[in-house]
């Protein structure tokens, strides 16, 4: 199996083969604690994000597309997806979970996803970009950021939390996007 690329082995396992999970899973499965480690900072987390990943891989319907990207990012795009899934079973659990989490740990996993040197480069010209915008926001619009997109609140649960109509929070979630896209094209134009 070991000769077999990464796409091969996703259409093997699509027909059940369980040897070529076996071989993804050598493959990816310490690429995958690593970054599952490094946004939950928990060993038992990272753990049971590693054998979901697997899990997802063996059981969905999705399939891998090589002409979209590498199987590499397929794999770490889940992996986040399952790590944040996990933050909010943990938040649900017990509120203060989530509070260690922070949007700087987040990003520094966010990184592990970018493989070239290009979109590195990129995306550090990106981050910088963005930490500049911060002066363009108030400090609820920042709030309202870290908590939907880095620990994953959904939007009802922001309106709970914030004790206001869910139209209101979607509409401060949209009009703080509109600031960022605007300051975010060259030379801050407008679109």
Not at 33 to 46: H, P, V
Not at 132 to 138: N, Q, T
Request: aromatic residues 10%; proline residues 1%; contains cysteine.
């Amino acid at each position: 199996m070991q000769e077999y690329s990464d796409y091969q082995l996703i259409l093997l396992i699509k027909q059940k083969k369980q040897e070529a999970l076996s071989e993804l899973y050598d493959r990816y499965a310490s690429l995958i604690y690593s970054f599952a480690w490094k946004a939950l900072q928990q060993e038992d987390g990272a753990r049971e994000v590693v054998q979901s990943v697997f899990i997802r891989i063996w059981t969905t319907e999705a399939e891998f597309d090589p002409n979209k990207g590498h199987c590499r990012n397929w794999i770490i795009t889940i992996t986040r997806h399952l790590a944040i899934d996990w933050l909010r079973k943990q938040r649900s659990l017990s509120s203060q979970a989530v509070s260690y989490y922070t949007a700087e740990k987040l990003e520094r996993v966010a990184e592990l996803a970018e493989l070239s040197v290009e979109s590195q480069v990129e995306k550090q010209m990106l981050k910088e970009q963005i930490k500049g915008m911060r002066a363009f926001l108030s400090q609820q619009q920042l709030q309202l950021l870290e908590h939907f997109y880095w620990q994953g609140y959904s939007l009802s649960e922001l309106a709970t939390h914030y004790q206001e109509p869910l139209g209101t929070v979607k509409s401060r979630l949209h009009q703080t996007l509109k600031i960022l896209r605007k300051h975010l094209l060259a030379g801050g134009e407008e679109w």
